[in-house]
């Protein structure tokens, strides 16, 4: 195992214990200091909407907009769905199809630092995952400087944050196929290229809301080793696949969801069951006076959003994702939307779409251009349900209505 220096292995490690459902922890680090495509989407044609009202389950229901959250649960009204999967109206937005990355990536990780986008792991299919990091330079937009992984460290459903120069890598699940999470936790140096390990998390997570606030490394929520969704009492509502973003002193977390897949009993090689999801439209603020409130919700439910985002103008930026399984046919529905969230206002809109759904988007801006890359794909333009997992690049010229 790698074990960690020194200088880190003292490190402040404090976990502050909210009951049986989870955990919250937070570290004290020492050192931390091209072609234009056409449009693949159906037709929005008021007329071919038919709807369908489906029946949600019980969720924690936050209390009025600026207000601190209490766990209150309650059963909210039957969200509409449309034929069209609840694809949002959306503007057009001219994408440029740029070089794709090395290798496809579903459920990986990125972080951008200056103009280098910095693209962790992730499955390249179900039954094998990578173990390395490309580089994306969206100065001369070309890869390269690919470099491995410590063995230890997980190749999905990673908690990520950087300090501008060291990249954070904490838990995850280690391995292809639906196998456990670890409680390894890593640092990257990202000018000498060199590992460090850290203090491991007193118990594995995946996917869990990371971010640096404060001079401290948080990480929140995730699901638990059964891949089951914890409620945190810091956060008013527990799970993985969500955004964390801190921007103004002001820590957000967005969407996510409640259960996930999980592995077979007894199969030897952990392979993957479905397993009944809840996804959510929440949106958290953790302000000065270290209170959660809550924010106006999505436009519409969203997961697999943890690092499909970007801050742009004092607005958040966030691309694809997935929704609420079809009604009908209990398939993933897979997002293609581009929402932004005026911090300014505290409203969201839907500015434009994406070439296709796509969930687990990487997602980074440079020099006034939207970038993502990887993830895993619809089927197509009538059938949001996920297929084919890529590593295309794509990008827009992004403007913002402020």
Not at 45 to 64: A, C, F, H, R
Not at 161 to 186: E, K, L, M, S
Not at 289 to 295: A, D, G, Q, R, T
Not at 322 to 341: A, R, W
Request: glycine content about 8%; proline content about 8%.
């Amino acid at each position: 195992m790698v074990r960690p220096p020194a200088k880190l292995a003292s490190a402040k490690l404090v976990v502050i214990c909210v009951g049986l459902l989870g955990f919250a922890l937070i570290a004290d680090f020492l050192w931390a200091s091209s072609s234009r495509y056409t449009s693949n989407w159906v037709s929005r044609d008021p007329s071919q909407n038919n709807l369908i009202v489906p029946i949600k389950p019980k969720y924690v229901e936050p209390q009025k907009q600026g207000q601190p959250v209490t766990n209150k649960k309650d059963t909210p009204p039957g969200r509409v769905l449309s034929a069209t999967f609840a694809d949002l109206s959306a503007p057009e937005l001219k994408w440029q199809k740029m070089a794709a990355a090395p290798v496809p990536r579903l459920d990986g990780a990125a972080i951008q630092i200056k103009n280098l986008l910095y693209v962790f792991a992730g499955y390249g299919t179900i039954d094998y995952v990578h173990s390395h990091v490309d580089i994306y330079n969206f100065t001369d937009n070309t890869w390269g400087g690919r470099f491995d992984m410590p063995k230890e460290m997980a190749h999905s459903h990673l908690g990520m944050a950087t300090d501008g120069r060291y990249i954070y890598i904490v838990n995850g699940q280690y391995g292809p196929q639906c196998r456990g999470p670890t409680a390894y936790t890593f640092a990257l140096d990202t000018k000498t290229k060199k590992w460090r390990g850290m203090p491991p998390l007193p118990v594995p997570r995946y996917a869990p809301a990371t971010q640096l606030w404060r001079g401290r490394l948080h990480v929140m929520g995730g699901s638990k080793e059964n891949r089951s969704g914890g409620s945190e009492i810091p956060i008013p509502r527990g799970g993985p696949h969500r955004a964390c973003v801190v921007v103004d002193d002001h820590l957000y977390v967005i969407g996510g969801q409640e259960g996930d897949f999980m592995a077979k009993p007894g199969s030897p090689i952990f392979k993957c069951s479905r397993r009944n999801e809840v996804v959510y439209s929440d949106v958290y603020v953790l302000d000065d006076e270290m209170k959660w409130k809550v924010l106006p919700p999505l436009p519409k439910p969203n997961s697999h959003i943890e690092f499909a985002w970007v801050v742009v103008n004092n607005s958040i930026v966030l691309l694809g994702g997935t929704t609420e399984k079809h009604p009908e046919t209990k398939k993933m529905v897979l997002n293609g939307e581009v929402f932004q969230f005026n911090l300014d206002t505290l409203k969201w809109s839907v500015i434009g779409r994406l070439p296709y759904r796509v969930k687990t988007t990487l997602v980074g801006f440079w020099n006034g251009w939207l970038y993502f890359t990887s993830g895993q794909r619809d089927k197509g333009p009538n059938d949001p349900a996920p297929k084919k997992v890529i590593g295309d690049v794509w990008r827009t010229k992004l403007n913002l209505n402020l």
